[in-house]
């Protein structure tokens, strides 16, 4: 097999995620052979380093021995069992482990399979809990400049415009409140008094409250203050909304610590983990919960189901993914990686002051393991970002952008000297635009 | 570790799906510590004939060694990658493979996670296909009793109460048409000509409809005849709207051919699979779609990519998952699974006359390696098909109901004596209740 022959087989039959494909006749697409630490390897030998972790999703390196044999092992036990009636050691530990884990509070443990559909079960059950208590609400409120997935449900409480204007007839109708639009604590303030505003008039009729806490990841790592979240934490509180905390990105380590709500000390009534979860080995996603949450559903069974949760999907705690994640964390654990991040985190900080000088450069935003930048001065038509993207895909360093947004995503394991290179391919691509 | 620690442990944390957990309070939750062929087993030793399939996942037995190999050499190469920008073999042989099984047209593969983002897609792109042509469409249609999955989407055009009713104030609005209640022509004519009317009036408003090919599944495993496959293809062609064949559950060979669609000798304009798709193993799922829908994305980016479809989820096309996939066909082609299925079928329509007797059993029924029958004579709050089940549990066999619909839906490697073990055991409970 060559880099070409499987990228015209490919062109033959797949029809890629997030692509316009007549892009494909210019953009190269390549054809990966194997991975391991942070580089992806074609069929000719090239590799690439994994810049934003494959979609966010890599934490501790492609094909890590740790993880393999761990995966290896459960195959020869136990690859899947169905969930409902019958339970297996990886969903009972990792679901023990995330509860040790996340902020106190968080008891229970729901088990979806990916992102979109953890943020379905979380909203669905958010909902119902309300219906349980016998009050009618149905209002979802979510930040400007928002993204929590792809299925209608998902889609209907983001708020880009890019995946989701042309589907506004068949989405559901929910509420946007301004998102603070930087790191500042003036921003917090003025996002806190919007979300007020909308509270006070229409708190009777909420739902919940979404938001990824500290970063709006696809909406063009936006970055926020965590003043923000106690606040927000305490609207919900005093008007008894719930807060949902999308953290199937930010979770994990990406900001700097294991989950992004420990920055203000806050526990979400919900938080959802994914990507990161498995670390980037398996779809799952988990929704965790506080107890009175559960407690909301636990009653004998009416036969019309009409107080319990019956959301169900077939691979939900897959005993490989579970097991994955267990090996993650770990792993995690075991290398004091999160601690070991924040040189790394360092590091990232003196290289981004490398960027400063570009006039092309701006809005230079960095939180824990995720840094971002905007190429300006340019035109929309020109589409800079799929420019910057492909040149530093010559050099070697996946960089696919957000519209004029690059960002920088490593796995945690990635050396001074592979962020270097990183920070230099940067800095030749903008000089080269 | 025994089955008891396990189970205790798995109540302090665990919110089961479809599941209203007080129900623990009586009804076992088994505890799993391996599984093998057709068979799990406990702690303790005990086993239990899965002769559902793990929710109808299950395809060629549990820890398959074939598969197993597969997976595990697949590990040592490339675990994970983003496939937008990237492309990997395991993604390309199973898309060119799934083009080469599945009804002739079909000839795009757009991959998901699971089953309800695999729905969500086919929506999504039914609906923007439409917009892209200059057409304003709202309306999907699905059939009384049908189940399409749990996210938004899917579940607004489901069509059952029990998992839908109170979610209906965030549900989007779709249309209904009748289901064929039975095996019979007469039935699926009388469908028809109901989903005729609708059309007739409503089609210019209509994106597409959306069916579960011959079985509607969660639908109480209510079986209907392939001639209303045929008449809905005529009528979708003369009505110019999309036919969306939902083959989660059905594809794979549990109808007795290798997909639903074929019984009619149809080609659907999507097509959906996950469950068998990885033989039971992980979490994908794939949208098979006409070439001339791919060609109504395909054009210049506009930047704010109106045309584009731009769905994605992280673990997309994964590589463990598609080797599963790939490795799982490959059993079935070399080991003939489909065509020695066909004596399987026979040797279960046998059985299936053991049970003719009974006054409490009625509409008996078989669709290839699928087979159902309902108990009556008995209140709903008696919870009967709970009853069996736990009785059937005793005996060590799965047989998990649907309301008071007892199933029997296997993985594809049972032997004839396992089956008999099965029927004596349906027997036995049967003469319990």
Redesign the interface.
């Known amino acids: 097999?060559t880099n070409q022959e499987?990228?015209e087989?490919?062109l033959?039959?797949?029809?890629?995620?997030?692509?316009?494909?007549?892009?494909h006749e210019k953009?190269?697409?390549?054809?990966?052979?194997?991975?391991y630490g942070v580089y992806?390897e074609d069929f000719e030998g090239n590799r690439y380093i994994?810049a934003?972790s494959?979609?966010?999703?890599?934490t501790l390196g492609?094909?890590?021995k740790f993880?393999?044999e761990k995966?290896?092992a459960q195959?020869?036990?136990?690859?899947?069992?169905?969930?409902?009636?019958?339970?297996?050691?990886p969903?009972?530990k990792l679901?023990?482990k995330l509860?040790e884990l996340t902020p106190n509070g968080l008891?229970?443990?729901?088990?979806a399979?990916?992102?979109?559909?953890g943020i379905?079960v979380a909203?669905?059950m958010a909902?119902?809990y309300h219906?349980n208590k016998g009050e009618?609400r149905?209002y979802f409120v979510s930040l400007e400049n928002s993204y929590h997935g792809?299925?209608?449900?998902?889609l209907?409480v983001s708020d880009m415009?890019?995946?989701k204007?042309?589907?506004n007839?068949?989405?559901?109708k929910t509420l946007r409140a301004k998102s603070p639009k930087s790191q500042t604590k003036e921003e917090a303030k003025i996002a806190l008094l919007d979300m007020e505003n909308l509270l006070k008039e229409k708190h009777k009729n909420i739902v919940a409250i979404i938001v990824e806490p500290l970063i709006q990841c696809a909406g063009n790592m936006n970055m926020y203050h965590s003043d923000y979240l106690v606040g927000l934490r305490e609207l919900c509180d005093l008007y008894d909304v719930f807060l949902i905390a999308d953290e199937v990105a930010v979770g994990f380590g990406r900001t700097g610590k294991l989950f992004a709500c420990e920055w203000a000390e806050i526990t979400p009534d919900f938080m959802i983990l994914?990507?990161g979860l498995t670390a980037?080995?398996?779809?799952?996603s988990v929704v965790m919960?506080k107890q009175k949450i559960?407690d909301a559903?636990?009653?004998?069974?009416d036969?019309?189901?009409?107080k319990?949760?019956?959301?169900?999907?077939?691979?939900?705690?897959?005993p490989?993914?579970c097991t994955a994640a267990l090996a993650g964390i770990e792993f995690l654990e075991n290398e004091n990686v999160i601690e070991n991040n924040k040189k790394t985190i360092r590091f990232i900080q003196e290289q981004l002051k490398r960027l400063e000088s570009f006039p092309t450069v701006t809005n230079i935003r960095q939180q824990g393991m995720v840094c971002a930048f905007d190429i300006v001065g340019y035109k929309?038509?020109d589409?800079i970002g799929i420019k910057f993207y492909e040149y530093a895909l010559k050099m070697g360093v996946i960089l696919?952008p957000l519209g004029n947004v690059i960002y920088f995503m490593p796995p945690y394991i990635i050396t001074q000297e592979e962020i270097e290179k990183v920070f230099d391919t940067i800095v030749k691509s903008l000089k080269n635009l």
């Open positions: 097999m499987l990228k087989e490919d033959k039959y797949i029809f890629h995620p997030c692509t316009q494909m007549k892009d953009l190269p697409l390549i054809s990966i052979k194997k991975a992806l994994d934003i494959s979609w966010w999703v890599n492609h094909s890590n993880i393999n995966i290896k195959l020869d036990n136990l690859e899947h069992i169905l969930l409902a009636g019958f339970t297996h050691e969903a009972v679901a023990k509860v008891d229970k443990v729901f088990f399979d990916n992102g979109s559909s379905e909203l669905k909902f119902h219906a009618k149905e792809e299925t209608i449900g998902a209907s415009g890019l995946y204007d042309v589907y007839p068949i989405l559901i994914s990507k980037g080995y398996l779809p799952l919960m559960y559903f636990y009653c004998e069974y036969t019309k189901g009409v319990s949760f019956l959301h169900s999907h077939s691979y939900t705690g897959n490989l993914s929309s038509e589409r696919r």
